[in-house]
C-alpha cells in the first residue's frame, strides 16, 4: 500500500507537532508558570520557584540591569518592614512570602527571555492563552447559569455583581470579581496582541473574544485597560479617514459604555466598586500627616483605612499601587517601585525600537494598577514577563499592520 502524499498542511501539522515535543524544561515551565495562576490549589509559588532556577541554568550570563537593582531595594525595604512592624497574621507573613517570590521570578524570566530567540516560544504562548481563556469563558458560563443568567446583560452595581460569584462553584481563575476581571484584561490583551506581533494582524474576532468574557466578569476593570489598549491598536493601525470614523464610533458608543458598562450612575455609591475606591482615596489625602515618610508599615492599609476613611469594607490595600506602596513603605519603598517601572520600560525601548507598541502594551497595566492592585500580585509579574516576551520579538510597523477578521 502507497503511502499518503505529503501535503503543506501534513508538514506544517508535524512541525508544529515537533516544535512541541522539543521544547525545554524552562520553556515548558514558563507555560505552566501562567496556567497555574488560574488554578484554584496555589501552587503557583513553588513553580515559580523551580522555574526559576531552570531560568538561570539556562542564562549565560546574568545581568544586574538598573530596573532590579531598584527591584532589589523595593523587596529589601518591604521584608524590613515586615519585620519591624510585623502584625502577627498569616496574611502578612503571606503576602511578603509572595512579594519576594514573585520579584524573583520576574528577574530570571526576563533576563532568561533576554538570552535567547523567542518567537517560537511566543508562538505556543498563544496556545496556552487561547487555553486559558476558554478555561475562564466555561467557569463564567457556569456561574451565570447557576444564576439563571438573570446577569447576562449586565448588573447594576458592583454588588449585585459581587453575588455571581459562588465558591462552591469555583474552579478556574479567581473567586473575586476584580481580580478575574483584571487577569482576564491582561491574558486577553496578551492574546490580542501577539498576532499583531507575528503577523502584522489585528484580529478582530480575538477582540471580540475577549470582551465577551471581560464583559461576562461583570468587572469594570477589564473593560477600561482593554478599550484603552485596543483604541492605541487601532489608532496606531488605521489610516487616516478610518481613525476618523473610529472617533465617530468612540462618541456614539460612549452613552451605552458609561451607562452600562462603566456604570457611571453608581460610581459615587457606597456599594459600588468606585465609590469605596473614592472614599479609601480621599482618606488617603486628607490624613496624608498621618502617614510616616518611611511609611507605616508592609500591609499597614486595612489599619490605617479603619481608622480614617469613611467606611471599610475589609480589603487589604487601598487600591491604587502607587498609594498603596506609599502608605505601606513610604518615600523608599514608592520611588523605589517608580524607578524599578521606569528603568523596566527603558530596558523594554532598547530591547527594540516599538515606540509605539511598547505604550500600547504599557498603559493597560498601569491602568489597572492605579485602582486595583498591591504592585507585586503575580498577575502584574507574569503580565510583565509577557509585555517584555511579545514586545522584544519583532520590530514592527503599524503601518504595515492589517485588520482581520
Known amino acids: 500500500m502507497s503511502s499518503p502524499p505529503i501535503t503543506l498542511t501534513n508538514q506544517a501539522a508535524a512541525l508544529e507537532g ?11 515551565l514558563f507555560l505552566i508558570s501562567l496556567i497555574s495562576m488560574f488554578l484554584p490549589v496555589k501552587v503557583y509559588p513553588v513553580i515559580y520557584l523551580v522555574s526559576s532556577y531552570f531560568f538561570y541554568r539556562e542564562i549565560p550570563k546574568i545581568n544586574f540591569s538598573k530596573w532590579s537593582i531598584a527591584l532589589a531595594v523595593f523587596s529589601s525595604y518591604a521584608v524590613l518592614s515586615y519585620l519591624i512592624n510585623y502584625p502577627g497574621e498569616p496574611l502578612a507573613l503571606t503576602n511578603i512570602i509572595k512579594l ?5 521570578f520576574l528577574y530570571f524570566a526576563v533576563n532568561w527571555l533576554n538570552s535567547r530567540d523567542n518567537e517560537s516560544l511566543v508562538t505556543k504562548l498563544d496556545v496556552v492563552l487561547l487555553l486559558v481563556l476558554v478555561l475562564s469563558l466555561i467557569q463564567l458560563i457556569s456561574y451565570h447559569q447557576a444564576y439563571d443568567f438573570k446577569l447576562i446583560t449586565g448588573s447594576d452595581s458592583s454588588g449585585q455583581a459581587s453575588l455571581l460569584y459562588r465558591d462552591s462553584l469555583y474552579y478556574w481563575g479567581l473567586d473575586d470579581k476584580n481580580m478575574f476581571g483584571a487577569r482576564i484584561a491582561l491574558m486577553g490583551f496578551s492574546f490580542i496582541c501577539i498576532p499583531v506581533v507575528l503577523k502584522s494582524k489585528l484580529s478582530i474576532g480575538r477582540i471580540v473574544f475577549v470582551f465577551l468574557i471581560a464583559i461576562l466578569s461583570l468587572s469594570r476593570t477589564p473593560i477600561v485597560a482593554l478599550l484603552i489598549g485596543i483604541f492605541m491598536l487601532l489608532w496606531f493601525s488605521l489610516d487616516k479617514k478610518w481613525k476618523i470614523t473610529l472617533l465617530v464610533l468612540v462618541v456614539l458608543a460612549l452613552p451605552f459604555v458609561l451607562q452600562k458598562v462603566i456604570r457611571v450612575d453608581s460610581l459615587t455609591s457606597s456599594n459600588d466598586g468606585m465609590g469605596i475606591r473614592l472614599v479609601y482615596w480621599k482618606a488617603f489625602f486628607q490624613h496624608f500627616d498621618a502617614i510616616s515618610p518611611l511609611g ?3 500591609l499597614s492599609a486595612p489599619e490605617f483605612l479603619g481608622k480614617y476613611a469613611k467606611f471599610y469594607r475589609g480589603e487589604p490595600h487601598i487600591h491604587n499601587t502607587f498609594l498603596s506602596t506609599y502608605l505601606e513603605m513610604g518615600i523608599v519603598g514608592l520611588f523605589s517601585f517608580l524607578a524599578f517601572l521606569a528603568w523596566f520600560i527603558r530596558d523594554c525601548w532598547r530591547k527594540t525600537s516599538n515606540s509605539k507598541l511598547w505604550p500600547v502594551l504599557f498603559l ?5 494598577m492605579m485602582i486595583l492592585y498591591s504592585g507585586y500580585d503575580n498577575d502584574v509579574v507574569m503580565y510583565l514577563c509577557l509585555v517584555y516576551l511579545i514586545g522584544s520579538t519583532h520590530e514592527i510597523s503599524f503601518k504595515n499592520v492589517k485588520i482581520s477578521v
Open 100 to 104: 519576594v517570590i514573585n520579584f524573583v
Open 18 to 28: 515537533n516544535e512541541w515535543k522539543i521544547l525545554s524544561i524552562a520553556e515548558s
Open 296 to 298: 507605616n508599615g508592609f
Open 364 to 368: 493597560p497595566i498601569v491602568a489597572i
